[in-house]
T-cell receptor, first 110, second 113 residues
Framework: DAKTTQPPSMDCAEGRAANLPCNHS???????VYWYRQIHSQGPQYIIH???NNETNEMASLIITEDRKSSTLILPHATLRDTAVYYC???????????FGAGTRLTVKP | DTEVTQTPKHLVMGMTNKKSLKCEQH?????MYWYKQKAKKPPELMFV???????INESVPSRFSPECPNSSLLNLHLHALQPEDSALYLC????????????FGNGTRLTVT
């Protein structure tokens, strides 16, 4: 059973913010939300993760709703190089498994 | 460039061949992972090692045999594969099971003829 639901595809204009939603309505209290992206023919690249609070790093911001049932990954100024498949994953930190859902294919257009 | 190195980058093998995929990391991580990714699909977890011991096997056929000879190395031995096993095989590592993220290599593109 999929733990997360993401739109299959999204477009974004270059230079604009890309907001990628993820629904994880059955998330448990000890599950973290992780975001990865995969550019064609490369391995998945870690972007950001969080438990309850919003997080920001040099790549992106992660906004988690107060009830933790959904989150949004924000790429503040999308570039053509941000075109990729973005995966939202929920995972219990002390367990070894990290399982990917179908992801969102983001296309950044000039 | 990634901190997880996989070799070879590409491999073509026949169904009767025996080959091995290799993965190496020098980040001091104690958990290592194998994933299989078919075209246009997400990565699928195959095996997880923790402190050089197999902790998760996702019911992978025995023609795939993982090995973790030390904390820096992870191998995947292949024997009698089928054409449908053609895929991108990804290795990842992480600190022992914690919130720290997985770091992935760029994979080995395997073609079985």
């Amino acid at each position: 059973d999929a733990k997360t639901t993401q739109p299959p595809s999204m477009d974004c204009a270059e230079g604009r913010a890309a907001n990628l939603p993820c629904n994880h309505s059955t998330i448990s209290g000890n599950e973290y939300v992780y975001w990865y992206r995969q550019i064609h023919s490369q391995g998945p690249q870690y972007i950001i993760h969080g438990l309850k609070n919003n997080e920001t790093n040099e790549m992106a911001s992660l906004i988690i709703t107060e009830d933790r049932k959904s989150s949004t990954l924000i790429l503040p100024h999308a570039t053509l190089r941000d075109t990729a498949v973005y995966y939202c994953i929920v995972r219990v930190a002390i367990k070894g498994d990290m399982r990917f859902g179908a992801g969102t294919r983001l296309t950044v257009k000039p | 460039d990634t901190e997880v190195t996989q070799t070879p980058k590409h491999l073509v093998m026949g169904m009767t061949n025996k080959k091995s995929l290799k993965c190496e990391q020098h980040m001091g991580h104690r958990a290592m992972y194998w994933y299989k990714q078919k075209a246009k699909k997400p990565p699928e977890l195959m095996f997880v090692y923790s402190y050089e011991k197999l902790s998760i096997n996702e019911s992978v056929p025995s023609r795939f045999s993982p090995e973790c000879p030390n904390s820096s190395l992870l191998n995947l031995h292949l024997h009698a594969l089928q054409p449908e096993d053609s895929a991108l095989y990804l290795c990842a590592s992480s600190q022992e099971f914690s919130e720290s993220p997985l770091h992935f290599g760029n994979g080995t593109r395997l073609t079985v003829t």
